[in-house]
């Protein structure tokens, strides 16, 4: 069965340090690996994957994931925080190309502290 | 930027009820989806949909629970009689097929939905 932990509720920054927020899976096939974005009264906003081939990837505002298998982990990273990063966030991961059912982690609240 | 809408963003009904809820697609977008969250949990997968059909769904979308496409842009979700335990927040989202694969998909605002 496929599963997502995200171990962090909220995770607290200053503004311009590096943040990372925390993600691990667990599929049965070849995961395929998102993180989205939500802020207040907004839907959920992608805001970058791992399908295949380099383990770091880049998305959107500068965020950037690092897919280690061996730890099956998939962090969120940025090297210097804004306050508007301050928002939910959600990591997701389906079974390839088993499924297109996206299984969602709890969320983690990263607040940016200026 | 294309993006998914809903409508409409809160709906309020009694026990019993039927509600629809409606979702406007991203237009070349060939995968539909429902999703919903009870506050305070995860998101949760429903259904998704291709090609007028449903291609997969959960346990908890069961019989009180049918998808639609009635015509070439909106996408619902109906309840047919509602139960308190209904009561969260429902996205719709989409996504496109490259090569046969639907990689990420996109989001709606929500509905929020609350049975009384």
């Known amino acids: 069965a496929q599963s997502v932990a995200q171990p962090e509720d909220q995770v607290n920054v200053a503004e311009g340090n590096p943040l990372t927020v925390k993600c691990t899976y667990s599929?049965?096939?070849?995961?395929?690996l998102f993180w989205y974005v939500q802020y207040p009264n907004r839907g959920l906003q992608f805001l970058l994957k791992?399908?295949?081939?380099?383990?770091l990837v880049k998305g959107s505002y500068g965020f950037e994931a690092e897919f280690n298998k061996s730890q099956t982990s998939f962090h969120l990273k940025k090297p210097s925080a804004l306050v508007s990063d301050s928002a939910l966030y959600f990591c997701a991961v389906r079974d390839g190309g088993a499924t297109n059912k996206l299984i969602f982690g709890t969320g983690t609240l990263l607040a940016v502290q200026p | 930027e294309p993006e998914v809408t809903q409508t409409p963003s809160h709906q309020v009904t009694q026990m019993g009820q039927e509600v629809i809820l409606r979702c406007v697609p991203i237009?070349?977008?060939?995968?539909f989806y429902w999703y919903r969250q009870i506050l305070g949990q995860k998101v949760e997968f429903l259904v998704s949909?291709?090609?007028?059909?449903?291609?997969?769904k959960s346990e908890i979308f069961d019989d009180q629970f049918s998808v639609e496409r009635p015509d070439g842009s909106n996408f619902t979700l109906k309840i047919r009689s509602t139960k308190l335990e209904d009561s969260a927040m429902y996205f719709c989202?989409?996504?496109?097929?490259?090569?046969?694969?639907?990689?990420?998909?996109?989001f709606g605002p929500g509905t929020r939905l609350t049975v009384t």
């Open positions: 949909f291709y090609n007028n059909e449903i291609s997969e």
């Open positions: 989202a989409s996504s496109e097929l490259i090569s046969g694969t639907a990689y990420e998909q996109y």
């Open positions: 791992y399908i295949t081939g380099d383990n």
């Open positions: 237009s070349n977008h060939l995968y």
């Open positions: 599929v049965s096939g070849n995961p395929y």
